[in-house]
């Protein structure tokens, strides 16, 4: 019956936050998405770090669960098999590099899930992790207890290291740390772990315990046993208890004081309510704000009272707005207290609802102070930290994500929250327009808004009719008008224009496609003007002022495309075929995103220079995503990975993320460099949810604005340099006598032993043992031997690895140095100006970058994606039908036919028959080379 109430009560809890909602409509702060988590907490704290940084560490079971006390006593007493969860290892949220960290376990909790600890922040910036759970995953069917756990860890936010700190005298759960004015710790109460009591009810504890400079002592016991209470430490250094529940689980209205000294405990007048899961906030003028928590009846309260410090008395307050328990409380600069979460209502999907309130000291009333629209019951059942920042924010860190909380309303030009990622229209003047679904707004209508880049600002483009949900896209056409497209569930292709002058939407038409498709479609224009839409591997839908629509046939060749960078387009890749008038179309980079959103694992990413008609990559399995797009300086930037293209010498950078908000997102560049980045409503830096934006060039982003940073929820990387626009300069050759002293000095402890031996070896001759003969002999020269063998081997194989390096540098070099010679001699060596340039060099499906000087020297540089060393670097020339190649390092030269020469392409044949192609990319005037 009991727990029948307590969630009947939810149902009034729900009713009774709405009609607060409706009747204050004017809040008096804002909610914001911040950030993320790697993945969902469950049961872990969350600590604020001095440096910015964000420690998370557990997962199992939260202390305020979405259920009563005593079924989350049962759960624990019964407990098996514990979940290990999706990633139940600490993490660091690391500011300087842009992303969480998995750290290792504490030592006392290694292996296992620390659940139910709690997380104190010490004033040196180290974290001490006290109590709880430490349960190793068992099988389901393994009825023998968990190891009892005392654990007390200690984090080093410096060095990044746990520390060796005592353990606790005793197990400890739903327990208080409390920082105490000198640094020290206070744990208070608990109780046990109850799979290890024998008795019925509540194993609760009144024993205390203080760390202090890495050692434990024992305090005095409280009069009263209690667990979930509260304890707060005051200006004086006394410790106030209020609360929490007996060992027959009933709430206590108790209060206790320890005493400054800590060595004694007085009994204070009892709060009005007996309240567990509460919140206890001293105030600016030393009085002590309680509010909510579970009462006698097992419903969450509303009730608040203030305690008095110079009377010891207590006082009601005006009460909370809802009933609320496990929620967190924080005094702001103003002197205000807000107040925020709980797990008090049931969520309901969109649905934005009262989420935090403010305690106002001069007035003594509750306002609201912001909405939140939590996706599932987790976010409010488990336990919310706060964080207050120097400029009167509020961090909130849920079970889900990060929260930001400001004073005020939110500014009017506030950014749209989505649904999902909309569909992106670069406009004139700077502006996008951004088309999709509000994420408060489930009415199947889409919505329309423009941002300009130069004011920063949002405008309304309207209302767009209903539409069947469908992955859509949306384009510009030349006149300044914008057409919406989606293939809806009935495989129709649908369009609405947004008219500019106007301001206004219309239905443009639609097409009735022969196959089905589940890829969105992708727009692009056509050189008369006309807009087109690939909407399957077979058809594409193109679209005229009259708002009409035609189909027309795509064809796709692949045939001789190689992987590389950069590749030459020898054919079209993607073609629509006007049916009317059989006209043909090249549309490879609609085609190549089209093919990769089809099907990933078959379709490779490509990215197309319409500019230059090449290929910039055509990649497999490496570092750039489909979604690539070029930057004003000719590099390029993909999300899916975050990476960056630098098309001078066709090498990719892994970026950090820098907080793009969303893991579902589309991306279009402006004609600045300005990267915008828009997604669903998960967190971004800037007023709104899933929006970003911020310029970008080869030298990766540029630098965030000064201020919080989002808390982005992705993995960490190291940070790297900008990468230098300058090509990597080859490394100058080394002679082998420099190269096999080196080897040699590597492995001087080996010659060392060798010389040591040898002398011991000359100095015993001189001795006169007994000589030794047959068996004996021949077994002691084969131990010593061998011996010597084995630790001579290292550096033998380094030799041997030295030579197989210079095949034939030593050789043949003279001979061939001759036989060039020779050559020379009969046949006049050319640099011809049609060859001066950079050039891509294909063999053998790879693709590498070599630039021909007139100087008679070349830099051969070789793209990451075959793994190649540094730049080689070495001399060219032409003769009658041939090219002739010396490799300044080993001195080698190579001469191969020419064949098939012409304006910006020729082929050289290989001394094993293959062949090489080049194709120019770019063209270098010279003033001396040669003009045959």
């Known amino acids: 019956m009991k727990r029948l109430l307590f969630f009947g009560v939810i149902v009034l809890g729900f009713i009774a936050a709405r009609s607060f909602a409706q009747e204050s409509p004017e809040a008096a ?46 759960a624990l007493r019964q407990r098996q098999g514990v979940d290990g969860g999706p990633d139940p290892s600490p993490k660091l949220y690391d500011p300087a590099s842009g992303g969480w960290r998995r750290l290792s376990g504490a030592p006392e909790c290694k292996f296992g899930n620390l659940f139910l600890h709690t997380a104190t922040l010490l ?29 007390l860890s200690l984090w080093d936010s410096a060095t990044r290291q746990w520390q060796s700190v005592p353990a606790l005298a005793q197990t400890r759960i739903f327990h208080t740390a409390t920082l105490m004015r000198d640094g020290s710790v206070l744990l208070v109460g608990g109780e046990s772990d109850p799979q290890l009591s024998q008795e019925k009810g509540e194993p609760v504890l009144a024993s205390v315990e203080l760390y202090a400079h890495g050692k434990l002592d024992a305090v005095p016991p409280m009069g009263t046993a209690r667990a979930k209470h509260n304890a707060i430490a005051l200006p004086d250094g006394s410790l106030l208890v209020t609360g929490g529940f007996d060992a027959n689980g009933n709430p206590l209205a108790s209060a206790e004081l320890l005493n400054a000294q800590g060595t004694a405990w007085k009994t204070l007048q009892p709060m009005h309510i007996a309240r567990y899961s509460h919140t206890a906030t001293l105030l600016a003028d030393g009085r002590v704000l309680v509010t909510g928590g579970i009462g006698q009846d097992g419903r969450p309260l509303r009730s608040v009272e203030l305690w008095d410090p110079t009377t010891g008395n207590w006082s009601d307050a005006a009460e909370l707005p809802v009933g609320l328990y496990g929620h967190a ?50 976010d409010m059942s488990s336990p919310v930290s706060l964080a207050v920042r120097p400029d009167g924010s509020v961090l909130i860190f849920t079970p889900s994500h990060v929260l930001r909380w400001q004073p005020g309303p939110l500014p009017d030009d506030t950014v749209p929250a989505w649904q999902s990622a909309p569909a992106i229209a670069k406009l004139s003047h700077q502006r996008l327009m951004l088309v999709g679904y509000l994420a408060d707004d489930f009415s199947g209508i889409p919505v329309a808004r423009i941002w300009d880049a130069t004011s920063h600002r949002w405008s309304d483009a309207g ?64 050189p008369d003007g006309r807009a087109f839409a690939i909407a399957n591997m077979h058809e594409a839908a193109v679209y005229d002022d009259s708002n009409q629509w035609s189909t027309w046939r795509v064809d796709w060749h692949q045939d001789g495309l190689t992987y590389g960078a950069p590749v030459h387009a020898s054919q079209p890749f993607a073609t629509v075929t006007d049916p009317a008038s059989n006209q043909r179309f090249e549309v490879n980079d609609a085609g190549a995103r089209f093919l990769h959103d089809f099907d990933p694992a078959r379709f490779t990413a490509m990215l197309w220079n319409a500019r230059t008609g090449w290929w910039d990559y055509v990649l497999m399995g490496h570092g750039m995503g489909p979604d690539a797009q070029h930057l004003p300086d000719g590099c390029a930037l993909s999300t899916y990975p975050i990476a960056l293209y630098r098309a001078g010498d066709a090498r990719v950078f892994p970026l950090s993320d820098p907080g793009f908000g969303s893991l579902e997102h589309n991306m279009t560049v402006m004609d600045d460099g300005t990267v915008v980045v828009v997604g669903a409503g998960n967190g971004t830096q800037e007023p709104g949810a899933g929006f970003f934006y911020r310029k970008a060039s080869c030298a990766g982003f540029e630098p965030p604005p000064a201020g919080d940073r989002y808390v982005s929820p992705t993995t960490a990387m190291d940070p790297r340099p900008p990468p230098s626009a300058k090509q990597d300069d080859a490394k100058p050759s080394e002679s082998p006598w420099l190269i096999a002293w080196r080897a040699a000095t ?123 060393p540094a730049n080689l670097i070495g001399h060219w020339k032409v003769q009658a039908h041939t090219i002739t190649w010396q490799d300044d390092k080993s001195g080698i030269v190579d001469v191969n036919p020419i064949e098939d020469l012409r304006e910006g392409h020729f082929q050289v044949i290989e001394n094993d028959g293959t062949r090489t192609r080049f194709e120019r990319i770019e063209t270098r005037t010279s003033t001396g080379c040669d003009s045959n």
């Not at 998370?56 to 989350?72: H, I, K, L």
């Not at 040196?124 to 430490?134: D, F, Q, R, S």
């Not at 194989?797 to 390096?805: E, G, K, Q």
């Open 29 to 74: 702060g804002h909610l914001q998405p911040f950030g993320g988590y790697l993945a969902p907490l469950h049961g872990s704290t969350v600590s604020l770090l001095p440096d910015n940084s964000i420690l998370v560490y557990g997962y199992g079971v939260s202390p305020n669960e979405w259920r009563t006390q005593q079924d989350q006593s049962d």
């Open 123 to 151: 004033p040196n910036g180290e974290v001490l992790m006290a109590g709880g759970l430490c349960d190793a995953a068992k099988l389901l069917n393994d009825p023998s207890p968990s190891t009892p756990y005392a654990g």
């Open 329 to 378: 409380a924080a005094r702001l600069s103003s002197g205000d207290v807000l107040v925020a979460g709980g797990a008090w209502i049931p969520t309901i999907q969109g649905q934005s609802l009262p989420w935090a309130w403010l305690w106002s000291p001069r007035s003594g009333d509750w306002q609201l102070a912001g909405r939140a629209a939590p996706a599932n019951e987790s």
């Open 463 to 526: 209302t767009l009719n209903p539409a069947k949900a469908g992955r859509a896209k949306a384009l510009m056409l030349p006149s300044g008008d914008v057409i919406y497209v989606m293939v809806d569930t009935e495989h129709a292709l649908q369009c609405q224009r947004w008219s500019a002058s106007q301001n206004t939407w219309s239905l443009c038409g639609k097409a009735n496609l022969q196959y089905l498709t589940t890829s969105p479609p992708q727009l692009g224009l056509l």
């Open 746 to 868: 590597n492995f001087k402890w080996v010659m060392l032993v060798c010389a040591g031996l040898w002398l011991l070896y000359r100095l015993l001759r001189r001795v006169p043992w007994p000589r030794l003969t047959g068996v004996r002999a021949f077994s002691i020269r084969l131990l010593v031997y061998g011996a010597l063998a084995i630790m001579l081997m290292p550096w033998i194989l380094s030799l041997s690895a030295w030579i197989r390096d210079r095949p034939t540098s030593g050789w043949r070099q003279v001979s061939s140095t001759a036989q060039q010679a020779a050559r020379e001699a009969m046949t006049p060596s050319l640099r011809p100006c049609r060859l001066i340039g950079l050039w891509s060099s294909t063999r053998q499906g790879i693709t590498r970058r070599i630039e021909l000087k007139d100087d008679g020297s070349y830099v051969m540089m070789p793209s990451q994606f075959d793994r190649w």
